[in-house]
């Protein structure tokens, strides 16, 4: 069996699938398990902190059964599905100066969390490539990382100034609060919109997005935060992503919020909920 060089068995479909990046439309072909639930979620950071990965030309690649550029013999990482290329064309290989020094340095911030299962094309010490992540280690230490990435317990959320999901909020009497009902089509499922504005330029210093079940219980409930000026935090959802009846998710908004989007799915069409936001003026 042929392997790339990161030591991952290589020109092998039957290990891949095509897979959507978390909170954006684009799919990409990768090695199943744990190796793609890290590359995921570097893409969905890239997405959300960085640049959009899913816009103007599809650019965005994974598994191609081919050698190393330059090299007759040594089989890619694409090749074993375990490396990723984000938004190529804007980062060409071998140009230098198509990030900016705090993109950089916030990128490589955020791989360091990845305890070394990610590299990037960027820092290679020779021809560098700045489209190009890929995995650095084997099997064991990649379920490692990949398991704290499914318990939600990887750090450095999207936004590192969001607090965790469930942190207590405490309503004050000159605090702004915006409610609304949520309704779903025929097949149980909702989207709703809410104004909600934190920090960054606010008149509020902070917010939080709330999802309440008042009869019945939802699913699949997700919250998406957004600044109005086609950035998006998110998603955010509580454990199993489920609201159960006569409970609520409180998520904590990222600065620079000024709505959050909440969808999901209700139990019956006899279910109530409610979004809602509580903004603290500054």
Same mark, same amino acid.
């Given at each position: 069996?042929? %392997?790339?060089?990161?030591?991952?068995?290589?020109?092998?479909?039957?290990?891949?699938?095509?897979?959507?990046?978390?909170?954006?439309?684009?799919?990409?072909?990768?090695?199943?398990?744990?190796?793609?639930?890290?590359?995921?979620? %570097?893409?969905?950071?890239?997405?959300?902190?960085?640049?959009?990965?899913?816009?103007?030309?599809?650019?965005?690649?994974?598994?191609?059964?081919?050698?190393?550029?330059?090299?007759?013999?040594?089989?890619?990482?694409?090749?074993?599905?375990?490396?990723?290329?984000?938004?190529?064309?804007?980062?060409?290989?071998?140009?230098?100066?198509?990030?900016?020094?705090?993109?950089?340095?916030?990128?490589?911030?955020?791989?360091?969390?990845?305890?070394?299962?990610?590299?990037?094309?960027?820092?290679?010490?020779?021809?560098?490539?700045?489209?190009?992540?890929?995995?650095?280690?084997?099997?064991?230490?990649?379920?490692?990382?990949?398991?704290?990435?499914?318990?939600?317990?990887?750090?450095?959320?999207?936004?590192?100034?969001?607090?965790?999901?469930?942190?207590?909020?405490?309503?004050?009497?000159?605090?702004?609060? %915006?409610?609304?009902?949520?309704?779903?089509?025929?097949?149980?499922?909702?989207?709703?919109?809410?104004?909600?504005?934190?920090?960054?330029?606010?008149?509020?210093?902070?917010?939080?997005?709330?999802?309440?079940?008042?009869?019945?219980?939802?699913?699949?409930?997700?919250?998406?935060?957004?600044?109005?000026?086609?950035?998006?935090?998110?998603?955010?959802?509580?454990?199993?992503?489920?609201?159960?009846?006569?409970?609520?998710?409180?998520?904590?908004?990222?600065?620079?919020?000024?709505?959050?989007?909440?969808?999901?799915?209700?139990?019956?069409?006899?279910?109530?909920?409610?979004?809602?936001?509580?903004?603290?003026?500054?």
């Amino acid at each position: 069996m042929p %392997v790339s060089q990161n030591g991952y068995s290589a020109n092998d479909r039957s290990v891949i699938a095509s897979l959507t990046v978390p909170g954006t439309t684009r799919k990409i072909a990768l090695r199943k398990g744990d190796t793609s639930v890290i590359l995921l979620d %570097v893409m969905a950071w890239i997405h959300a902190n960085i640049e959009k990965i899913d816009v103007g030309v599809f650019d965005d690649w994974g598994y191609a059964e081919r050698t190393i550029r330059g090299s007759s013999t040594t089989l890619s990482n694409h090749a074993s599905g375990t490396a990723v290329d984000a938004n190529a064309t804007e980062h060409p290989l071998g140009v230098r100066g198509t990030w900016t020094a705090d993109e950089k340095r916030r990128i490589n911030a955020r791989l360091a969390l990845y305890e070394g299962c990610v590299r990037w094309g960027e820092n290679y010490s020779g021809r560098i490539d700045g489209m190009h992540f890929e995995i650095d280690k084997g099997a064991a230490a990649c379920r490692a990382v990949a398991d704290k990435i499914r318990a939600g317990k990887l750090g450095g959320r999207a936004n590192p100034s969001t607090p965790p999901a469930g942190t207590p909020v405490t309503r004050e009497e000159n605090d702004v609060l %915006v409610q609304a009902p949520i309704y779903w089509d025929a097949n149980r499922n909702f989207r709703t919109t809410c104004k909600a504005e934190a920090g960054a330029g606010s008149v509020f210093s902070g917010g939080w997005a709330f999802v309440s079940a008042t009869w019945g219980s939802l699913t699949d409930v997700r919250v998406f935060a957004h600044d109005g000026k086609g950035r998006t935090w998110g998603p955010y959802s509580p454990a199993g992503g489920t609201v159960q009846n006569n409970t609520e998710f409180v998520q904590p908004l990222p600065a620079g919020t000024r709505y959050f989007t909440a969808e999901g799915r209700a139990a019956t069409q006899s279910s109530i909920a409610t979004v809602s936001a509580i903004c603290k003026p500054a």
